[in-house]
């Protein structure tokens, strides 16, 4: 670490981190060792202790995008924008995250990667596509507020639909292999939900960490574009200059 | 209000009508699909029977894209959407009288391709009304998620492509949708297509309004 | 343990992918900070101290990553 080094970290962000590095060797010890097999499911149920914090930390990345998107079109605050595209890039690679563990645990446990008939899986599946979409279109470049805009109405616009989607493919499936909400259905051990809990809370924290550092990631480049606009403008005020004074001393 | 929609209207399906891009370059790619799709499928009866609704949406799926964007690029050439911002026509008006424009013509088109599935793939209309109202509901919310993603890519760069990945995984429940009314239509599956229509509407409504709602910022920056 | 190649990829990737995004995050960070001029940063600490706001300029062994 050289002397002098700028970093996007604080206090806060170094204590979350410490914590998130704390929780995930809990998490191992209890997911690997303390939490007991499923009877039917025997250890492959230790997949659930990365699955469904993904899972749920793509819909809370869904709906924080959700609401910086509508606050951008609202308020035009760049916080909320920046906001939005923070939740919407952490929450690919969450629903990634979901999609990969539920396919390698399905394997085992359906006999298939992918199963069709699963609600939340398709429905998943169309979210991760839509978030992609929304960061392609912020990639893609142009003007800020423009970018903005349009990114705030496609990320609406994939929370809107969620409801629609999970809705068509239910009846579309009508037979639904994915478990009951492993979190109601009561039948989990002790142990076992315990170590669900903690690893949602893990997740939690790891996910509020690359939020603030996104974050400030993001308020860089912006102020690094203004800055380069400013640059550019002076250089070419320069360059005006000189050539005007080229053309008077002729 | 009503005017200024019926104003924008005209003004697309005459565009339209006079370059006959629809006719002479829509139309044929779309029973090139299902003709493509008859080839994928070995020509297969009973399996094309079976597949006949799917295939029929999934292809109106690529005409709306090629519909909505041929709507856009009539926007984006020559500032004309300044232009029609400068006139004085709110933008919700705009958007109504746009995605109807654009309704209409994959309705015209999707009218040319129940012919061609019922020639091709051997298919009989067991309910009338139903093959109409899904043909008429699923068209009007294609077209209001269409113009809205339309006009969102068309200050992107690389529009062209940025378009079909945004709309088409939105679109995914339309497809759901309308085929599984399709197959009740069509007598393939039993289902309750009147259910899967409801289901449609609600989902043309969501996104109209969110269309309309949205499509006035949209207008301003791009 | 059943199924243990099974929990070792989805583990390992869910993990792995968590790291590497956050180091990702770190490093991006810090090459963004330093092209920023001292006197506008904001939402960043540096080990000088310059320019940075009310933030402590302690070394960062404990992050993760």
Known sequence: MSAGAVKTGSRTTRLLGFAVLVGVLALIL?????????DEQRDAVRMIFVHVPSAFLTYTA???TAVGSAMWLWKRSRWWDIVAHSAAEIGVIFCGLTLFTG???GRPTWNTYWDWGDVRLVTTLILFLMLVGCLALRSAGGDEDAVATRAAVVGLLAAVNVPIINRSVEWWSNRTLHQKSSLTDGNLEDLTLFTLVVGIVVWALFFVWAMIHRFRIGWLERQLRAIDLETALVQRRAEASTESAGETSQ | MFADIWLVINKDIRIEWRSRVTLSQVVPFALTVLVLFGFALDANREVLAAATSGLFWLTVLFVAV??????????????????LLLAGIEPSSVFVGKALAVAAQILGVEVLMV???????????ESLPLLLATCAVATLAIAASGTLLGALAAGVRAR?????????PVLAPVLIAASRAFDDALGVVAVDGWAWLGLLAGFGAVNALLGALAYGPLLEET | MTHLGYLLVGWGVSLGCGVLYAARLVLRGRSL????????????TSDDG???AAESAAPDRGAPS
């Open chain 1, 30 to 38: 209890l997911g690997f060792f303390g939490a007991p097999e499923d």
């Open chain 1, 62 to 64: 869904l709906v924080i």
């Open chain 1, 103 to 105: 396919s390698i645990w």
């Open chain 2, 66 to 83: 090629v519909a909505v964007q041929r709507s856009t690029a009539i926007e984006t050439a020559d500032g004309a959407r300044r232009a």
């Open chain 2, 115 to 125: 012919g061609g599935v019922l020639v091709f793939y051997d298919a009989t209309v």
């Open chain 2, 160 to 168: 062209e492509t940025v378009l079909p990945i945004l709309l088409l």
């Open chain 3, 33 to 44: 900070a330093a092209r920023v001029p001292a006197g506008q940063r904001r939402w960043m």
């Open chain 3, 50 to 52: 310059a320019g940075s």
